[in-house]
């Protein structure tokens, strides 16, 4: 039986991840963390008893506390807390379903603590790849990709020589808006852009896919996890989602994993690698499936994917510029404070404002993202 903690549990890929372990039946479920939902983490606790669990604000602790006073589980709050059950003595695996750069801090601990990390945070690897990968390595703890395009390059590079691969191909749906032009993306709603084509997953994510923000942060994460040049790392747009990514070799073979657009495919392959255990669910019919199409990403559209090749180029401080203004533009959109094309133009304002650190330490990335946010409230 694994042990395992899930950081952001009342989430899109934290719920799920529970949803896996109520399947099998033989994961255990020793820590929780959540932000708001305190009456989906109460049902949680319930069900899969841990021995502890963390809330953002000391005041939902102390509700929560109340709630579950007939169980025995600590209740503990902010950042502190979050690291605490993230290096729980049994936890062998921390999922880190947690959304924004709060998952940064506990990540670094569990590798520290020896704790293998399913990871799904992506702003882990965007902002502090360089201290994250070189202390996975030292501490010998093995970082499982989560998202479903990294999942995939990692099934296809199960034993294989790394050294033979060419490139790496990241496969994009191209979002609701694909085939647009600018003028048609001026006034989008909200609504518009929440209209994911095939993947279910939360409001912050299912923006950036609408502006490939996300493919930018998934070639980000890729170069981290990989160890691949960007000039290695192309994205090729597959809109029916059949094809999660692929890998080319040195012989030009290309190794693909496919399979229908379910995120416990990979969150469950993350939590038995290298097992694989039966997932409920669609299978693809190849007979059913009219065609798989390609096209190349719209850059000059979707200018999130070059703004993100250029922050990762520059590298250091950069990407985390990149990141914390999407993600305040992201919120302000979804507050219908902006329109869907200011998200880019307060990214490369932001960029185009930073001077790059080199080699930033947590701190020094926490402090850019604050005065990246500073900078957008200053102006927007
Ligand atoms: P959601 O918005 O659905 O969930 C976020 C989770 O984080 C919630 O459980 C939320 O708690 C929790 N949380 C937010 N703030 C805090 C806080 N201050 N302290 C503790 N917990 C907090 O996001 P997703 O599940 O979609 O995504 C999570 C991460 O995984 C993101 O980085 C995303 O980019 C990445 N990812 C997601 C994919 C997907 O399919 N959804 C695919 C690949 C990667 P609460 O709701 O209780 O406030
Ligand atoms: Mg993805």
Redesign the pocket.
């Given at each position: 039986m694994k042990t395992i903690a899930v950081?952001?549990?009342?989430?899109?890929?934290?719920t799920q991840t529970l949803e896996v372990a109520r399947a099998n039946g033989d994961l255990k479920i020793a820590a929780l963390?959540?932000?708001?939902?305190i009456k989906?983490?109460e049902n949680q606790i319930r069900e899969f008893h841990p021995s502890a669990v963390?809330?953002?604000e000391e005041e939902a602790a102390a509700q929560l506390r109340t709630a579950v006073a007939d169980l025995d589980v600590k209740v503990v709050a902010g950042m502190d807390g979050?690291i605490e059950i993230s290096t729980l003595p049994e936890v062998e695996i921390l999922v880190t379903?947690?959304?924004?750069m709060?998952g940064i801090r506990p990540t670094i601990e569990a590798i520290k603590a020896g704790k293998d990390i399913a990871l799904?945070?992506?702003?882990t690897l965007v902002t502090a790849g360089h201290i994250i990968m070189p202390l996975a390595k030292e501490c010998n703890v093995r970082i499982l990709p989560?998202?479903?395009e990294h999942s995939a390059i990692f099934q296809s590079l199960n034993g294989e020589n790394r050294e033979r691969v060419a490139k790496l191909l990241i496969t994009a749906s191209g979002g609701p808006f694909r085939g647009r032009t600018r003028e048609q993306l001026k006034n989008v709603k909200v609504e518009d852009a929440l209209k994911h084509p095939n993947?279910s997953?939360?409001?912050?994510?299912t923006i950036d896919s609408a502006t490939l923000v996300n493919k930018g942060l998934e070639v980000m994460e890729a170069k981290w996890l990989f160890g691949i040049d960007l000039d290695r790392i192309q994205v090729v747009v597959q809109p029916q989602s059949v094809i999660h990514s692929m890998v080319e070799f040195v012989d030009g073979a290309i190794i693909a994993e496919l399979g229908t657009p379910d995120?416990k495919l990979p969150i469950q392959y993350a939590l038995y690698y290298p097992d694989r255990r039966f997932l409920a669910g669609e299978r693809l019919d190849f007979g059913k499936l009219a065609r798989i199409t390609f096209e190349e990403p719209d850059t000059d559209v979707f200018s999130g994917l070059p703004l993100a090749y250029r922050a990762a180029g520059e590298g250091g401080s950069m990407p985390t510029v990149f990141n914390a203004a999407n993600e305040k533009a992201v919120s302000k959109f979804l507050h219908r404070q902006i329109n869907f094309l200011d998200i880019y133009e307060i990214i490369t304002e932001c960029m185009d404002a930073h001077k790059t650190i080199q080699n930033p330490g947590v701190e020094e990335i926490l402090d850019a993202e604050a005065a990246t946010y500073e900078l957008i409230e200053s102006r927007w």
């Open positions: 950081l952001g549990s009342t989430g899109s890929i934290g963390a959540a932000g708001r939902n989906m983490l963390a809330v953002w979050l379903a947690i959304v924004g709060i799904a945070n992506k702003e989560v998202d479903s993947w997953m939360g409001q912050k994510i995120m």
